[in-house]
């Protein structure tokens, strides 16, 4: 091989080496432009997700405070009504009490109203007042007293009555409050 070729040969090695760097480098820094390209993208849905999630956790907050603010009413109301239900649970025993009270002192008796009808069918008057006339007069009615005992049950069982009535008012106002 003569010189001439030689240099020829060694010219387009060079030449083929100098471009396959110069293209290497040039491809380098285009993916190193992509890249930066790419961060850029990522680094903006990164921004964007996490204010994303924290308009989210802001509204959980907001909807938190308002259903935390809504129980604490609630709890509120419940317990001034219990306060209520227990006063009047505590205003019927003391009622109840006072009246076995004055049962148990003979301050007061019980009497029924007895069917003047049905007395004087029998025909006897069994010491019993007589009725008070067409004008219908409670206080001249037949009335009959009561065995004390027996009174006594009787107002239990109105005192009974009393609680589970009071007892009821409270669980329907306890409904109504939840279901608000």
């Known amino acids: 091989m003569s010189l001439g070729a030689r240099w020829v040969l060694f010219s387009l090695l060079f030449g083929a080496t100098v471009g396959a760097r110069l293209a290497w480098l040039w491809q380098a820094d285009e993916l190193k432009k992509q890249e930066a390209g790419y961060e850029r993208q990522l680094a903006r849905k990164d ?10 956790a802001s509204v959980a907050l907001d909807q938190l405070e308002l259903q935390q603010a809504a129980r604490r009413d609630l709890e509120d109301r419940l317990q001034v009504q219990d306060k209520t239900h227990w006063k009047e649970m505590n205003d019927a025993q003391q009622a109840q009490a006072r009246l076995r009270d004055r049962l148990a002192t003979a301050d007061l ?38 065995d004390p005992a027996h009174a006594r049950r009787i107002v239990a069982i109105t ?12 669980c329907q106002a306890y409904v ?5």
């Open 176 to 180: 109504r409050e939840v279901t608000q």
């Open 109 to 146: 008796r019980l009497s029924v109203l007895v069917d003047a009808g049905a007395v004087a069918a029998q025909g006897c008057n069994g010491g019993v007042r007589a009725s008070a006339g067409t004008g219908g007069v409670v206080d001249g009615a037949l009335r009959a007293q009561l």
């Open 47 to 56: 921004l964007a997700h996490s204010r994303e999630r924290e308009a989210a």
């Open 159 to 170: 005192d009974e009555g009393d609680r589970a009535v009071i007892a009821l008012k409270a």
